[in-house]
């Protein structure tokens, strides 16, 4: 129960609220003892595009051919058997890949820092010119967002990660309490149906950009990134370096486009 506070009206009442809660994630090759990457507090669901998702945003997996299969924890030894997930390769795993760089991830801020800048940059492939999308395409983007998150609805607690066609057409939308992992959920699923890189498409977050999303973005091809807030510095910078277009403030009949502007058919040169 909660006490809602309205101006002078007070009222006792039930209340729905994001899930959160932690999962590690293990990676194991062919005969190898599982390696424990990271572990991510996130809302329930999804467990296996989280994982492959992170692990392939991450530079640590480069494609869904490397994977034999995703297992969850085990019911008998686990409260919530979902609180692992043990991503099995058909490659051996490189520990040393993970040994300098001691992931630690939260709900509220992802992977970033000014050093992965240029590690980024090496891994992401080029990304193609197309398409040109009118204004009126990204107007009609987070209405279209908003009308997926079912959870969203119920809660008010969650971030969205939407990706959709050039015409405007939602192909996939997943929810999280944290930005990254709605991104990373969103990014394995698609790695894991064979549709990336995810060239021609527009990635919109619910929330702000921040660099660790246009590095997630990069790595998956995107050509466009949309948020409803606003970038950081640092994730301008990067989207510049990388050739994405970046848009912010994205809200009713504005935005700002900052880096690559000639992907939006504004009318001006």
Not at 80 to 100: I, K, M
Not at 248 to 266: C, I, K, M, S, W
């Amino acid at each position: 129960m909660v006490t809602a506070v309205r101006g002078t009206d007070v009222r006792t009442r039930p209340d729905r609220l994001a899930g959160e809660e932690p999962m590690a994630i293990r990676v194991a090759g062919p005969g190898q003892a599982p390696i424990d990457i990271a572990v991510t507090m996130r809302t329930p669901g999804h467990e296996a595009e989280l994982a492959v998702g992170f692990l392939y945003a991450e530079g640590l997996i480069s494609g869904a051919d490397e994977v034999a299969g995703v297992e969850l924890g085990n019911p008998g030894a686990l409260s919530r058997p979902d609180d692992e997930v043990l991503v099995r390769l058909r490659r051996p795993f490189d520990a040393g890949l993970v040994a300098d760089r001691h992931f630690a991830v939260s709900s509220a801020c992802g992977i970033c820092g000014k050093a992965a800048l240029d590690d980024v940059h090496v891994r992401a492939r080029p990304i193609p010119n197309g398409p040109v999308i009118p204004p009126g395409i990204l107007w009609s983007l987070p209405a279209r967002l908003r009308e997926a998150q079912a959870v969203f609805e119920a809660t008010g607690g969650l971030h969205a990660a939407g990706l959709f066609e050039a015409d405007g057409t939602l192909i996939a939308v997943r929810e999280d309490i944290g930005r990254h992992n709605a991104l990373d959920k969103l990014i394995g699923g698609r790695l894991l149906a064979g549709e990336l890189p995810l060239h021609g498409q527009i990635l919109l977050m619910s929330g702000r950009a921040g660099f660790e999303l246009v590095q997630k973005a990069a790595v998956a091809g995107a050509p466009i990134l949309a948020a409803v807030s606003a970038p950081s510095d640092l994730a301008v910078e990067a989207a510049e370096r990388l050739g994405m277009t970046l848009v912010g403030f994205l809200r009713g009949d504005g935005f700002n486009v900052y880096t690559r502007p000639d992907r939006v058919a504004t009318g001006r040169v």
